[in-house]
């Protein structure tokens, strides 16, 4: 059963750092681009950060970019989004999500993610 479970999402202050962890079973996670998304009460879906199979490029969107970094070990299994300087805008449900595409970068078309978690909240307020 493919699964892939998100965890380390809580309250924080303004400035702080949180760090994500999406765990994946059921499939081979160095096989699949992996990205993280998030949604906003109100706000359409928005991609974060995505890392590449073999080479782990990674991208960010202009709105995290500088602060938020993702990883991933295959060993383990695990996908990481280590977000620093966390703003109140930064406040939403954050996602993981697997792409088996073979594009040599990766994006946040959302239809090309066959795999989704089911989330965890981040709230960043003082």
């Known amino acids: 059963q493919v699964q892939l479970v998100e965890s380390g999402g809580g309250l924080v202050q303004p400035g702080s750092s949180l760090r994500l962890s999406c765990t994946a079973s059921?499939?081979?996670?160095?096989?699949?681009?992996m990205a993280w998304f998030r949604q906003a009460p109100g706000k359409e879906r928005e991609g974060v950060s995505c890392?590449?199979?073999?080479?782990?490029?990674?991208s960010n969107s202009n709105s995290v970019e500088g602060r938020f970094t993702i990883t991933r070990d295959d060993v383990k299994n695990v996908v990481y989004l280590q977000m620093d300087s966390l703003r109140p805008e930064d406040t939403a449900v954050y996602s993981c999500?697997?792409?088996?595409?073979?594009?040599?970068?990766?994006?946040?078309?959302?239809?090309?993610?066959?795999?989704w978690g089911q989330g965890t909240q981040v709230t960043v307020s003082s």
């Open positions: 890392i590449t199979t073999t080479l782990g490029s990674t």
């Open positions: 059921g499939f081979t996670l160095g096989h699949y681009i």
């Open positions: 999500a697997a792409s088996s595409s073979l594009n040599y970068n990766c994006n946040f078309h959302v239809s090309e993610y066959e795999y």
